[in-house]
């Protein structure tokens, strides 16, 4: 089981940046890739980056640019640096690892992106 926590969602204007947090415990040693989804109001969850063990970064197209995952694999940590926001980044974003075919979630922290 691995647990995940979120932190550093909020509100911010339009053009501003917020650094999201993601802390992984439990049997982490079995984590493969780690990243962020976002679900927007009244829409899915949907990708927005990931990063694998072998230092592979992907991000969604709406974000390419603008923002930047990074990944501690001795702390455990992935992080999502968001720059340049706009209102069509609201949601909840959860982090997620993955673990073979397993799926772990946070629960989630909200960004508003909102002047």
């Known amino acids: 089981q691995v647990q995940l926590v979120e932190s550093g969602g909020g509100l911010v204007q339009p ?3 917020l650094r999201l947090s993601c802390a992984a415990s439990g049997n982490r040693g079995s984590i ?20 694998t063990l072998g230092g592979m970064k ?10 930047t995952i990074s990944r501690d694999f001795e702390k455990h940590t992935v ?3 968001m720059d340049d926001l706009k209102p069509e980044d609201t949601g909840i974003y959860y982090c997620n690892s993955k673990d073979g075919s397993i799926d772990y979630w946070g629960r989630g922290t909200q960004v508003t992106v909102s002047s």
């Open 15 to 17: 053009g501003g940046s």
């Open 32 to 51: 493969s890739v780690m990243g962020w989804y976002r679900a927007a109001p009244g829409n899915e969850r949907a990708l927005v980056a990931f990063a």
């Open 58 to 67: 992907r991000y969604a197209e709406a974000v390419k640019g603008r923002f």
């Open 79 to 81: 992080d999502l640096q």
